[in-house]
């Protein structure tokens, strides 16, 4: 299975998010800004970082890249599409999720290992989870705090696309305690934490059981490679 | 050489937060301001002097990438002495 | 808007035109000494060059004559693992497995005064580029910071625009931040110190050096446009007080872009993964100056420099000033003429733009037009290399033998539990000693996945290798106010400490860095502090075994006439062939033993309880051994390598006190702690066991059934081992002091800093 | 209820990052601007209509906390209906 990962000019965590690809069991498939080809990928995953510096609008210059225009396309075809933090924000940027992404409230940059409840498993990244679970991935970010409109809030909670909630604190006064969300048809899934970054032990969050050990992020990964094998 | 400016407002609606901890120091510090908000104001520089199809460029570019509608308001967009 | 251009030409027919050497910082025998080089007076480019370079920022000049020992004591078993030593932009060490490291740490001091956020921001900004410029990928970043006292209002907003500055650069260039020192004392208000270090990596055969020496090959200037950011930010900046009255017009401060360097970054990567690149240097102080001046010296080359080739941001520039400007983002590198396509195409993919300047040439001479008129024809090497050199006068203070005499003697100590108990609180949460997470929480230390240790461990580890596991370990460290009391000392006391630190998280010590932030060197106290300093380094470096590899000189940290504590701010670095037995800094298990190597003397002098309960600043700073440091690493490293330590934990500022409550709060495991056998052991009273700071003391818990090997293995070693306490429940309890519930302490330890700056 | 506006600008000599990187993509897009700069538009609200008084301490808090001498312009602090 080829998982494509994005890398626009100031992308930061793609060797990070194929690192994580690969220790799932898929190969990662590295793809340019600036090209529309998608190379046969059967997923895609939008790093985390800076993208064009996160200038104007944290993904706003990103959305209109090339690779963008193929992705939309394809997402809205059913593609299963990860947006990680600045990929959250250009998910957001481009409309294939709802509402928009702010300076923290308390004004600063946080990183984090952030405790969220997984509150949806019918997604194409989220079907290795268990309904309800409390998992830790690390979280950094400068602008994370999740807004709507009282329309929106209410229809993403009555439709039940809210996926990720924040549990414990909320690190950046994201409305409702929003970490991540899913479209209807669940392929498309973005989050402002980086479930990349505990894949592997010795380099995730500190855990109970031994430091840096957490690697609640790997399901991500094998809940797409399953859902691709199953599709 | 006049130039367009293009201001951007988040919605009243929503929550600023950097306007809102600029807001508490001005009060801490006296000013009898009731709220802040706080926008962008973006300058677009032209080589010559921007005509009618630079503003109606720089309104569409206004509405569909310097600002967010779902966050945003597009202001204003004039051009400037 | 028409430019006058003073050309060689022009130099030469007005001989005796008045010129503002003067203004631009320079000496009257530097101007006098320029014109004896030229033959001539300089044109105004030249004498703007030459200004800068000949600054004490770029030339060291005050510092040469005492650096030049970081060179000489050093045996050829410590050059064994150099590659580059000092005087390339940074130094770079063979660490094994075909792998090499370079580090280094730069100041930013003055800027971060003056625009705390994008003072900090460029100083990352700058340490980056130059570990760029060695042909390595940059992987990590660190920050020394020093701030005036907490009380005083303008410490908040320095900061909170440092910190702010930092998080953002680095964050957005995706180098996780690996640890740092952060420091508040009075000393430092109008001189906070920001001192910000890089650490690359690379293959040996990437290795690149800043040289021009092949005739033809093409001058590229690439990445951000430049501008009128930071002209005269050198000399006015960097190397004068504030009161000197520079040309203000154009703005002081430089604005940094870290996108633009993500991109320059990867772009550079791929140009010499592509092989184009004969040599390259970053443009940092002293800008084009310094590229073209350095490129061509390295190389006893020459060049031939069009300066109207320079791409700008504003066309209003003068010569001089496109000279001097120290822009952002940008690198000049040197292009055979056959790889210039290869090169282009590398740099348009990256959208990075690029103009040809000129070309090298074979005559060691540099020659910069502005069209077809020649400003600059000068020896590159009298520039770059052959500036002035100062044996500027030293004199012992004479008010240090009376500080020395005033110890702690006399100092009141606690007589009751109880009093100890508040003084062991006052000291954990003073803003020192208290967490700095509120500061390390807005730094990415995850980004790039391999990250093995970093705060609040003794040191910052990184994985370079993600097959065979080897890795690197970095610690900072310097004490002003062991300085202040004892320069030479004091060196090899933060030498010995960050020594430590590496040691203690399982890796083995192989080089130093250092950034010298000192007062005014036309001072002569502050000269004999800087020599005594140096001194100390450069022997603590010898008997350790372990080379300088590169630093940097931050004089002029006064105000009016009061200078900063000297503070020498030392870097080690280690390296350890697999990253998964790092030894954490606190314990993880219920039931270990908790045991203290070293010997506990009262030495109090200088120390954290001084400073916090008596506010005392006097006497002698604790002795340092460096052979007992040398065997308790390697009791350390025998120690790891068996796998018998859980946790190590350095005793520095704070003492036992300290350790003990950081090893605590580390994963929230509690402790009993009994003090009796070490007080009678060393014949010290229950102030010393806990709050002295002498050196050469690790904390360590170990597994019951590694105990015996554990002990057997310090005792065959001779280091002093005390089984002081064991890992339990979720209090920590000193018996007979106090018994306090973790939680408690942590929130207070985590509180101080927030309720201060938040 | 008029409100009182405070227009703060990167002072043109300094780099705007932020300006560049819009300018780039709004080349990038077909329009024909030199150079973008961005800067802040920020909204003073007051429960009252702003006096003279407000507007001079409006003009004194732009100058000393809502814009950074060092690196930043106050353009305009004007009261808008
Ligand atoms: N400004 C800073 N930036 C990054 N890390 C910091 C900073 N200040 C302190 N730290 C980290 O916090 C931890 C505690 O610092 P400190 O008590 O000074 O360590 P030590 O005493 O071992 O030198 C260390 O991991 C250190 O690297
Ligand atoms: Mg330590």
Same mark, same amino acid.
């Given at each position: 299975?080829k998982?494509?990962?994005?890398?626009?000019?100031?992308?930061?965590?793609d060797?990070?998010?194929?690192?994580?690809?690969?220790?799932?069991?898929?190969?990662?498939? +590295?793809?340019?800004?600036?090209?529309?080809?998608?190379?046969d990928?059967?997923?895609?995953?939008?790093?985390?970082?800076?993208?064009?510096?996160?200038?104007l609008?944290?993904?706003?210059?990103?959305? /209109?890249?090339?690779?963008? /225009?193929?992705?939309?396309?394809?997402a809205?075809e059913?593609?299963?599409?990860?947006?990680?933090?600045?990929?959250?924000?250009?998910?957001?940027? +481009?409309?294939?999720?709802?509402?928009?992404?702010i300076?923290n409230?308390? /004004?600063?940059?946080?990183?984090?290992?952030?405790?969220?409840?997984?509150e949806?498993v019918?997604?194409?990244?989220?079907?290795?989870?268990?309904?309800g679970?409390?998992?830790t991935?690390p979280?950094?970010?400068?602008?994370?705090?999740y807004?709507a409109?009282g329309?929106?809030?209410?229809?993403?909670?009555?439709?039940?696309?809210?996926?990720f909630?924040? +549990?414990?604190?909320?690190?950046n006064? +994201?409305?409702?305690?929003?970490?991540?969300?899913?479209?209807?048809?669940?392929?498309?899934?973005?989050?402002?934490?980086?479930p990349e970054?505990?894949?592997?032990?010795?380099?995730?969050?500190?855990?109970k059981?031994?430091?840096?050990?957490?690697?609640d992020?790997?399901k991500?990964?094998?809940?797409v490679?399953?859902?691709?094998?199953?599709? | 050489?006049?130039?367009?400016?293009?201001?951007?407002?988040?919605k009243a609606?929503?929550?600023?937060p950097?306007?809102?901890?600029?807001?508490?120091?001005?009060?801490?510090?006296?000013?009898?301001?009731?709220?802040?908000?706080?926008?962008k104001?973006?300058?677009?520089?032209?080589?010559?002097?921007p005509?009618?199809?630079?503003?109606?460029?720089?309104?569409?570019?206004?509405?569909?990438?310097?600002?967010?509608?779902?966050?945003?308001?597009?202001?204003?967009?004039?051009?400037?002495? | 808007?028409s430019?006058?251009?003073?050309?060689?030409?022009?130099a030469?027919a007005?001989?005796?035109k008045?010129?503002?050497?003067?203004?631009?910082?320079?000496?009257?025998?530097?101007?006098?000494?320029?014109?004896s080089?030229?033959?001539?007076?300089?044109?105004?480019?030249?004498l703007?060059m030459?200004?800068?370079? #000949?600054?004490?920022? =770029?030339?060291y000049?005050?510092?040469?004559?005492?650096?030049?020992?970081?060179g000489?004591?050093?045996?050829?078993?410590?050059?064994?693992?150099?590659?580059?030593?000092?005087?390339?932009? $940074?130094?770079?060490?063979?660490?094994?497995?075909?792998?090499?490291v370079?580090?280094?740490?730069?100041?930013?001091n003055?800027?971060?005064?003056?625009?705390?956020?994008?003072g900090?921001?460029t100083?990352?900004?700058?340490?980056?580029?130059?570990?760029?410029?060695?042909?390595?990928?940059?992987?990590?970043?660190?920050?020394?910071?020093?701030?005036?006292?907490?009380?005083?209002p303008?410490?908040?907003?320095?900061?909170?625009?440092?910190?702010?500055?930092?998080?953002?650069?680095?964050?957005c260039?995706?180098?996780?931040?690996?640890?740092?020192?952060?420091?508040?004392?009075k000393v430092?208000?109008g001189?906070?110190l920001?001192?910000?270090?890089?650490?690359?990596?690379?293959?040996?055969?990437?290795?690149?050096?800043a040289?021009?020496?092949?005739?033809?090959?093409?001058v590229?200037?690439f990445?951000?446009?430049?501008? $009128?950011?930071?002209?005269?930010?050198?000399?006015?900046?960097a190397?004068?007080?504030?009161?000197?009255?520079?040309?203000?017009k154009? %703005?002081?401060?430089?604005?940094?872009?870290?996108f633009?360097?993500?991109v320059?970054?990867?772009c550079?990567?791929?140009?010499?993964?592509?092989?184009?690149?004969?040599?390259i240097?970053?443009?940092?102080?002293?800008?084009?100056?310094?590229?073209?001046?350095?490129?061509?010296?390295?190389?006893?080359?020459?060049?031939?420099?069009?300066?109207?080739?320079?791409?700008l941001?504003?066309?209003?520039?003068?010569?001089?000033?496109?000279l001097?400007?120290?822009?952002?983002?940008?690198?000049?590198a040197?292009? %055979?003429?056959?790889?210039?396509?290869?090169?282009e195409?590398?740099v348009?993919?990256?959208?990075?733009?690029?103009s040809?300047?000129?070309?090298?040439i074979?005559e060691?001479?540099?020659?910069?037009?502005?069209?077809?008129?020649?400003?600059?024809n000068?020896?590159?090497?009298?520039?770059?290399?052959d500036?002035?050199?100062?044996?500027? %006068?030293?004199?012992?203070?004479t008010?240090i033998?009376a500080?020395?005499?005033?110890?702690?003697?006399?100092?009141?100590?606690?007589?009751t539990?109880?009093?100890?108990a508040?003084?062991?609180?006052?000291?954990?949460?003073?803003?020192?000693?208290?967490?700095?997470?509120?500061?390390?929480?807005?730094? !990415?230390?995850y980004?790039?996945g391999?990250?093995?240790?970093?705060?609040?461990d003794?040191?910052?580890?990184?994985?370079?290798?993600?097959?065979?596991g080897l890795?690197?370990?970095?610690?900072?460290?310097?004490?002003?106010?062991? *300085?202040?009391?004892?320069?030479?000392?004091?060196?090899?006391?933060?030498?010995?400490?960050?020594?430590r630190?590496?040691?203690?998280?399982?890796?083995?010590?192989?080089?130093?860095?250092? =950034?010298?932030?000192?007062?005014?060197?036309?001072?002569?106290?502050?000269? #004999?502090?800087?020599?005594?300093?140096?001194?100390?380094?450069?022997?603590?470096?010898?008997?350790?075994?372990i %080379?300088v590899?590169g630093?940097?000189?931050?004089?002029?940290?006064?105000?009016?006439?009061?200078?900063?504590?000297?503070?020498?701010?030392?870097?080690?670095?280690?390296?350890?062939?697999?990253?998964?037995?790092?030894i954490?800094?606190?314990?993880?298990?219920q039931?270990?033993?908790?045991?203290?190597?070293?010997?506990?003397?009262?030495?109090?002098d200088?120390?954290? #309880?001084?400073?916090?309960?008596? !506010?005392?600043?006097?006497?002698?700073?604790?002795?340092?051994?460096?052979?007992?440091?040398?065997?308790?690493?390697?009791?350390?490293n025998?120690?790891?390598?068996?796998?018998?330590?859980?946790?190590?934990h350095?005793?520095?500022?704070?003492?036992?006190?300290?350790a003990?409550?950081?090893?605590?709060?580390?994963?929230?495991?509690?402790?009993?702690?009994?003090l009796?056998?070490?007080?009678? !052991?060393y014949?010290?009273?229950?102030?010393?066991a806990?709050?002295?700071?002498?050196?050469?003391?690790?904390?360590?818990?170990?597994?019951?059934? !590694?105990?015996?090997?554990?002990?057997?293995?310090c005792?065959?070693?001779?280091?002093p081992v005390?089984?002081?306490?064991?890992?339990? *429940?979720?209090?920590l309890e000193?018996?007979g002091?106090?018994?306090?519930e973790?939680?408690?302490?942590?929130?207070?330890? $985590?509180?101080?800093?927030?309720?201060?700056? $938040?």
């Amino acid at each position: 299975m080829k998982i494509g990962v994005v890398t626009f000019p100031g992308t930061l965590d793609d060797r990070d998010a194929a690192r994580a690809v690969r220790l799932a069991g898929g190969e990662a498939v +590295s793809l340019w800004h600036a090209d529309t080809n998608l190379h046969d990928v059967d997923a895609v995953v939008l790093p985390g970082g800076f993208s064009y510096g996160d200038y104007l609008r944290c993904g706003a210059i990103a959305a /209109q890249a090339p690779v963008m /225009q193929t992705i939309i396309e394809k997402a809205n075809e059913g593609l299963p599409v990860l947006g990680i933090c600045n990929g959250f924000q250009v998910l957001v940027e +481009s409309h294939l999720l709802p509402g928009g992404l702010i300076r923290n409230e308390h /004004q600063h940059f946080i990183c984090r290992d952030q405790k969220l409840i997984v509150e949806n498993v019918d997604t194409a990244w989220t079907n290795q989870f268990t309904l309800g679970e409390e998992i830790t991935i690390p979280l950094k970010n400068g602008e994370g705090g999740y807004i709507a409109d009282g329309e929106t809030l209410k229809r993403l909670e009555g439709e039940g696309l809210i996926t990720f909630r924040y +549990s414990e604190v909320n690190p950046n006064g +994201s409305m409702n305690n929003i970490a991540g969300l899913r479209n209807a048809r669940g392929n498309v899934v973005g989050l402002m934490p980086h479930p990349e970054h505990a894949v592997e032990p010795g380099f995730g969050p500190d855990t109970k059981v031994a430091m840096r050990s957490g690697v609640d992020g790997l399901k991500f990964f094998t809940s797409v490679l399953k859902s691709l094998v199953e599709a | 050489m006049p130039k367009i400016i293009v201001e951007v407002m988040p919605k009243a609606d929503l929550l600023d937060p950097q306007g809102k901890a600029v807001g508490n120091s001005l009060k801490r510090a006296g000013h009898n301001v009731s709220t802040v908000r706080i926008g962008k104001r973006i300058e677009l520089h032209f080589d010559h002097t921007p005509t009618e199809a630079d503003l109606e460029a720089a309104k569409k570019a206004a509405a569909d990438f310097l600002s967010n509608g779902v966050i945003e308001d597009v202001v204003a967009v004039t051009v400037e002495a | 808007m028409s430019i006058t251009i003073d050309t060689t030409k022009e130099a030469k027919a007005t001989p005796d035109k008045h010129q503002p050497w003067k203004e631009l910082g320079l000496k009257e025998d530097e101007y006098l000494e320029i014109k004896s080089i030229l033959g001539r007076r300089p044109t105004s480019g030249e004498l703007a060059m030459y200004s800068v370079m #000949w600054s004490e920022h =770029c030339s060291y000049k005050s510092s040469k004559i005492y650096l030049r020992q970081f060179g000489e004591k050093v045996t050829d078993e410590m050059k064994k693992h150099l590659m580059v030593g000092m005087g390339e932009n $940074a130094g770079v060490v063979d660490i094994g497995e075909g792998w090499a490291v370079t580090f280094k740490v730069e100041s930013h001091n003055h800027p971060s005064y003056i625009e705390p956020f994008q003072g900090a921001a460029t100083g990352v900004g700058g340490i980056v580029r130059d570990i760029l410029s060695m042909g390595a990928r940059p992987i990590a970043v660190m920050d020394q910071l020093r701030f005036g006292d907490v009380s005083n209002p303008d410490t908040r907003r320095v900061v909170d625009g440092v910190v702010a500055g930092i998080s953002f650069y680095g964050n957005c260039l995706g180098l996780p931040n690996i640890g740092g020192e952060t420091v508040f004392d009075k000393v430092y208000q109008g001189n906070p110190l920001v001192n910000a270090l890089s650490i690359g990596a690379l293959r040996h055969e990437d290795l690149h050096l800043a040289s021009a020496n092949n005739p033809g090959d093409q001058v590229i200037l690439f990445g951000a446009r430049t501008g $009128a950011d930071g002209i005269g930010g050198v000399s006015v900046l960097a190397s004068e007080t504030f009161d000197s009255t520079g040309p203000a017009k154009r %703005p002081a401060v430089q604005v940094g872009d870290p996108f633009a360097e993500k991109v320059l970054i990867e772009c550079c990567l791929e140009l010499y993964a592509a092989k184009v690149v004969a040599g390259i240097q970053d443009l940092g102080g002293a800008g084009l100056s310094c590229a073209t001046s350095e490129l061509a010296s390295n190389g006893n080359a020459g060049m031939r420099i069009q300066l109207k080739n320079v791409l700008l941001r504003d066309d209003s520039l003068t010569p001089e000033e496109i000279l001097m400007s120290e822009s952002q983002e940008r690198m000049m590198a040197v292009v %055979p003429k056959k790889d210039l396509a290869a090169f282009e195409a590398i740099v348009n993919k990256w959208e990075v733009e690029y103009s040809v300047l000129g070309e090298v040439i074979k005559e060691p001479r540099l020659y910069i037009n502005w069209g077809d008129e020649e400003i600059v024809n000068v020896p590159p090497r009298s520039v770059a290399h052959d500036g002035p050199v100062y044996e500027r %006068p030293v004199k012992k203070p004479t008010w240090i033998t009376a500080l020395n005499k005033d110890t702690t003697a006399n100092l009141k100590r606690a007589e009751t539990a109880d009093e100890l108990a508040t003084q062991f609180v006052e000291i954990v949460t003073s803003p020192n000693q208290a967490s700095k997470s509120w500061i390390t929480d807005q730094y !990415d230390h995850y980004v790039g996945g391999n990250t093995a240790l970093a705060m609040p461990d003794d040191s910052g580890m990184v994985r370079i290798d993600e097959k065979s596991g080897l890795g690197v370990a970095l610690a900072t460290d310097a004490n002003g106010r062991y *300085g202040y009391l004892n320069p030479y000392e004091g060196a090899k006391l933060a030498l010995a400490e960050a020594y430590r630190n590496v040691a203690a998280s399982g890796a083995k010590p192989l080089a130093v860095t250092n =950034c010298l932030n000192f007062g005014s060197p036309e001072n002569p106290e502050v000269m #004999w502090q800087f020599k005594e300093a140096t001194a100390g380094l450069a022997d603590g470096c010898l008997e350790l075994g372990i %080379p300088v590899t590169g630093g940097n000189v931050s004089f002029y940290n006064q105000t009016g006439d009061v200078a900063i504590h000297p503070t020498p701010v030392v870097g080690v670095l280690g390296v350890i062939d697999n990253v998964a037995r790092r030894i954490p800094s606190g314990w993880q298990d219920q039931g270990h033993n908790i045991y203290l190597l070293g010997e506990t003397k009262d030495e109090m002098d200088g120390s954290v #309880w001084a400073g916090v309960i008596h !506010d005392h600043l006097g006497g002698l700073p604790p002795v340092v051994d460096l052979a007992k440091e040398k065997a308790l690493a390697e009791a350390l490293n025998a120690a790891s390598e068996q796998g018998l330590l859980a946790s190590a934990h350095d005793l520095s500022e704070g003492g036992l006190a300290q350790a003990v409550l950081e090893s605590c709060l580390r994963f929230g495991v509690g402790a009993r702690i009994f003090l009796n056998e070490l007080k009678a !052991d060393y014949a010290i009273d229950d102030t010393a066991a806990l709050f002295s700071e002498s050196t050469a003391r690790v904390l360590v818990s170990v597994g019951r059934e !590694d105990d015996v090997k554990f002990v057997g293995l310090c005792e065959a070693r001779g280091i002093p081992v005390h089984r002081i306490g064991v890992t339990d *429940g979720t209090n920590l309890e000193i018996q007979g002091i106090a018994n306090w519930e973790l939680e408690n302490l942590a929130n207070a330890h $985590a509180n101080t800093l927030p309720e201060l700056f $938040a």
